[in-house]
Each structure stands twice: as C-alpha cells, then as structure tokens.
C-alpha cells in the first residue's frame, strides 16, 4: 500500500473505532425492577468467589461447579456489584434461554469484550441482531459447509506434512493454528497463514486480556484502564488485517472476479422484501466486526474441541484404536485416502468422540445473560438487571442426567444400529447445550461438527499422539475452557508417507 493509501486505511480505522466507541445500536436497556425486596436463593459468599477466581485458587468451572452442587439448580452469588443467578436445572436453563430468549439480553462477559468484537452475530442484540444473522445464514448452509469440507480435510493434511515422527508438539498451539488457516480460507477465502503469527497471537492474547477485564463488565471503564488501553491499541492492529481482507474482497467483486466464501456473501447480500431496510447491504464497519466476530468464534472454541479429543485419546488407547479401525475401515488400510464430507455419516465412533469430548470439556463452558425484565426463575423472583448463567460444563456432568457422568464414554452416543445419534443418551432438552439456544444458538454448529469430525479423520488415521508422560493436565476458563498448561504430545507416525495418498488437486 502506498503512503497516501496506508494514511487513508489509518483514519478509516480511527473512524471504525471512533463508531464502535458510539452506544451500540439496538441495545436494550433493563426496565427498572418493581420488585421490592426480594428472598434470594442461597449461594457461597461473593467475596470468597472473587478471591478464589483473583488468587486462583480454583478454576471458575469447578468453582461455580462447586457452588451448584452445593446449592441446588438456582444459586445466588453477589459478585462485583452484580447478584448472580447459577441455573443449573435443564428446564429452568431452557425457559431462561429459549422460552424467554426475548426478556434477556447478552451478559456482561460479552459487553467487555465489545471493543474487540465491536456489534458482530455474539454482541448484537434485538432486530439488528436477527437482520446480520440473516445476512450471515446462506454462508453456513448444508451445500456451502460441504464446500468447505475438502479446505478442512487438505489443511489438515497440509498442516501434518510438518510433523515428525517422534516430534513433541503442544497440541492447543497445533490445533489453533489449524483451525485459523480453515477458518481463513473457508470463511474469508484468505491466506491468514502469513498474519497467523501475529494475527493468532493478538487474538489470543486479546481474548485472555479482556476475559480478565470481564469480572469489570463496564465498557467504558475497560477502555478507561491503562490495560485496556494497552488492549485497544493492538485491536488496531487486527483492523487493519481485517480491513485489507475487506478491501480485496470489493476490489475482486469490482473487477468480475468472484469468491466462494462467507465474506463475499456477507458483502452481496442484501435486506429482504419485507424488511424495513429492503436492498440495505453491510456496512464496512459491520463487516469488520462480523469478520472478527467469525476468526474469534470460529477457530478458538473447535481448536479446544480438538484438543482435549487428542488429550482424551492419548488416555482411553481403546478407543484410539477402534477409531482407527473406523478410520482405516472406510478410507482404506494399505493405500489411506483423504478423508470427504460423504464419509461423515460411516464414522460413527469418531462422531461420538467428538460429542463426548464436548459434552466433559465444552469449549463454550458457561453462557451469560442480563435480563431485562423482572422475572421467575423456578421458585424465585428475580429483579430486571440481574445475571444469569448457564452453564454447560456443570449440566453436562450432572449424574442426575447422565450415566457414568465424569467418565469419557463416547458409546453413549452411538443408537442400537451404531449410527451416531445426539438423542442416544436420552439425555434432556436443556442437559446438553454445547451449542447453546434458539436465535442465539451458535451459526457455525454444523461448521464445527464437520471440521472436528474431518480433522480428526485426516489425522488420527496417519498420526496417535501421546500425551508426554508426566505432563499436569487441568482446565482454565476464560471465555473458552482451555487446557491450563497447554498439551504436550509425542506424535506417533501410523502409516507411512509412502502408502497415503496425497488429496486429490480438487480437494486442495
Ligand atoms: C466446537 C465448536 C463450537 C462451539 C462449542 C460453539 C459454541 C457456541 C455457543 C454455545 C454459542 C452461543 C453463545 C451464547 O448463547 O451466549 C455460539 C455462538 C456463536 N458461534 Fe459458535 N461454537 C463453535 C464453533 C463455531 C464456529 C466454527 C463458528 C463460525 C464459523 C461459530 C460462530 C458462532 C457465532 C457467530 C455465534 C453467535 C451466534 C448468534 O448469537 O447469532 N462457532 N457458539
């Protein structure tokens, strides 16, 4: 970019920033409570939470796991100025975040982390909200995920053509990496490898910093704060890798040149007949923040999903095994092709171990929500403005609805024919959320499946990697549930390069 054009990118920036710093659009406001003084269910005291979560003493899963278990599926814990509801009954779960969907708005979790995401599909709330996910849908539909398949499956492959045999690796740092090359080419239908250093390692370190600035929730007082300033300064520094992916996507369309990617539907698509902005297309500033929006939520949580899969695997060699039996059954023994979106449906086991691991180590380990009415939740009154969270990792580990709860089983998934069912474990409606409610239920779910699945198969049919003897394994949760001191693994070369087949040029 020339010095003029670069000038120009710098105050577009400045003023993408100066519109996010406006309030956002659409976003309610609590009524003010009528209730008076109200009974609250029982909890563990605020100030103990704060300092378990400050000192870390433990992790925020186990201690709100914790505080569940001891009081009951409604718990109440005064924390930052905020009285927190824990519901962790599946009915009250579902009524909150479904049934009532519209008496509650996003958590405050999410609020913090408003400079980075800006008004995206996770921020924005009300008509603005249901409009961009319209905007968005065609993207995630059944013909385009299977499009992106064949990029899943030769990243992959691409991805294992660095590896050794005999090599440690940390697997989050694999995994993540991986994700963020699929993402940027299925969804952007960019090269993000060259960024991926810095882009990557900004994200990351973003996420982690305002994660930490979440327990603040005010927005005005994270931007306030020397480090969320500090924070601030480098999200310009993802602007103007976002903006670049932008303006040669336009200037492709310009020229006659078309994508196949979620960015050129994002920026072709227009508001319905029927709508009050009919023929309306994104805004550049609404394609930045859905861009950033989609790298964030579509790399992070699937790359936690892999990993704690090879974590589970490199424990449970069984099921190692009769994955790979799975594998080598349907994408050959002797000369292994590279697995397609068509083999899907004949790797059962490996679906079920995609479920299962989401079921112990849900990537999206708790969900928030403000509500903006006073509301009964079970047998309690609770006042407009309150928070209320629901949280996957403790529903999905409750016995009452799970047998074997804390082991890995991932037969429980599997129906009387073998087919990979998510009703198999006769589980309830709201015991098995890992992709959340209704309109707000995650766009990129089958996205996810598919890319865990074919990544896994690509994979664990060539590699068996082991967890590095004596190495902590434990959970952190910041907005995803991570494993605390990353994964060392000593990759196990399977088949030789030799016997597998290389992907076909159309799958690259
Ligand atoms: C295993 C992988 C994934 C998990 C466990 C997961 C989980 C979730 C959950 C629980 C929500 C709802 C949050 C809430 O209600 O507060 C959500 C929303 C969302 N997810 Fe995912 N996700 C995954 C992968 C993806 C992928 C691959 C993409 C995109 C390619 C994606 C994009 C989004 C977006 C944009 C939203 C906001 C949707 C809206 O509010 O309209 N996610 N995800």
Redesign the pocket.
Known sequence: MNRQGSARATREAAARASARRKPPVDSPVPAPSVLGRVARPSGPSGIRVVLALLTRRDTPNRIFEAAARAHGPVTHIHMAGEHVYLVSDPDLVTEVFLTRAREVM?GRGLQAARPLLGNG??TSEGEF?LRQ?RLAQPGFHRERIESYASTMVSESLQHEGNWADGAQVDMVDEMTSLTFAI?GRT?FGADLTGDARTFGDTLADLMTGFGQLSAIGNERIVRALPKGRRLLARVEDLDHVVQRIIDEHRADAAAGIEHDDLLSWMISSRDDEGSSTYGTAMSDSQLRDEVM??VL??HE??AM?LSWAWWLLSENPDVAERIHAELTSVLGKAHLRAPNFDDIPRLPLTHAVVAET?RLY???WI??RRTLNDMRIGEWDVPSGSIVLGPPWILHRDPAYWDDATSFVPDRWLNGDGHFDETAPGQPRGAWI????G???????Q??WT??VLVLAALASRWRPELVPGSVVDTTAAVTLRPRHGLPMTLHRRARPSQTSAPAMDER
Do not use: S
Request: glycine share 12%; aromatic share 8%.
């Open positions: 996003k599909l996770l909200h996910r993402v969804l929006t989609m939520a579509g949580t699937t999903a989401i849900p990537p999206a969900m928030g890992p992709f959340g409610f309109n707000r239920r995650c766009i990129g779910e996205f996810a890319e865990a």
